[in-house]
């Protein structure tokens, strides 16, 4: 059976076996073009209330049931390698036909969350939120906490709101989550460049301590670039800096409850 919407499975540090589901266009198709971009730049950098109509294909429920039938030991089924999912108006569909499917199968152990990536952007439009909010587990972008910092690092369409908003929708989301599992990932990444104000300045790390501290994740995941970057002169951070941004970020935080990790 030809494969249209499903990747891998693969080991992920973070996911554990992960089955990677794409409902986007081919066509890189994004509100973001982060500087860091390991998928390359985007080719289409939309508002995010932009929609990429691309409802489950009757092959959809047939693919990810072999799937899921082939791979018993799953821990996720994962949307959002590809760009930003939250862009196609059908989520809550395929969450729908993949949460079907799922309480069909005999799993090994326990039965896989169905995870989403977000880059957070549509968060702040009530419709996304209700979308979201059903899956099992949330990995939404968090890299910085200032509209300078926002626009040097990810590089948002023009209508996609301020960091602070999207903040707020982050916590909002979060409260709407309180039983599911919802994490923040932060890419810090260094530059080459003097005169680019990488996302690993100090002022940001502190900004995204208190950010942390509103929004009360799970957790947060700190992580930096670990495949070629979309733009050359950005590279990663090493463990060292990673620990060190971990320690900041926990003594900001300055609550246990909030697991805040490196990769
Ligand atoms: S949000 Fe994700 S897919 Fe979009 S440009 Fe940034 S890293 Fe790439």
């Not at 880059?119 to 419709?127: A, D």
Request: charged share 25%.
């Amino acid at each position: 059976m030809p494969r249209e919407y499903t990747y891998g499975p693969f080991q992920s540090r973070r996911l554990g076996l992960s089955l990677g589901i794409d409902i986007l266009t081919k066509k890189k198709t994004c509100t973001y073009d982060c500087v860091y971009c390991e998928i390359g730049s985007t080719i289409l950098l939309v508002p995010p209330t932009y929609e990429i109509k691309n409802p489950p294909s009757l092959h959809y429920r047939n693919e990810i049931k072999e799937m899921m039938r082939l791979f018993p030991n799953l821990d996720s089924i994962t949307f959002g390698y590809n760009g930003e999912p939250t862009l196609n108006p059908y989520l809550g569909e395929f969450y729908r036909i993949t949460s079907e499917e799922s309480s069909e199968v005999k799993w090994n152990e326990k039965e896989p969350y169905i995870s989403l990536f977000t880059n957070s952007s549509t968060v702040y439009l009530e419709e996304v939120r209700d979308r979201i909010k059903v899956f099992d587990y949330v990995l939404a972008k968090l890299d910085v906490a200032s509209d300078d910092d926002f626009i040097t690092t990810n590089r948002p369409h023009e209508k996609v709101p301020s960091i602070n908003i999207i903040i707020e929708s982050l916590s909002k989301l979060r409260s709407l989550m309180s039983q599911k599992k919802f994490d923040l990932q932060c890419l810090i990444y260094n530059s080459y460049r003097k005169d680019f104000n990488s996302n690993n300045n100090e002022t940001n790390i502190i900004n995204l301590g208190n950010a942390i501290k509103k929004i009360k994740p799970d957790a947060v995941q700190i992580y930096s670039i670990a495949r070629i970057p979309s733009e050359y002169f950005v590279y990663s951070i090493n463990d060292q800096q990673k620990k060190s941004i971990v320690k900041t970020l926990k003594e900001i935080v300055n609550n246990e409850a909030i697991e805040i990790n490196y990769y």
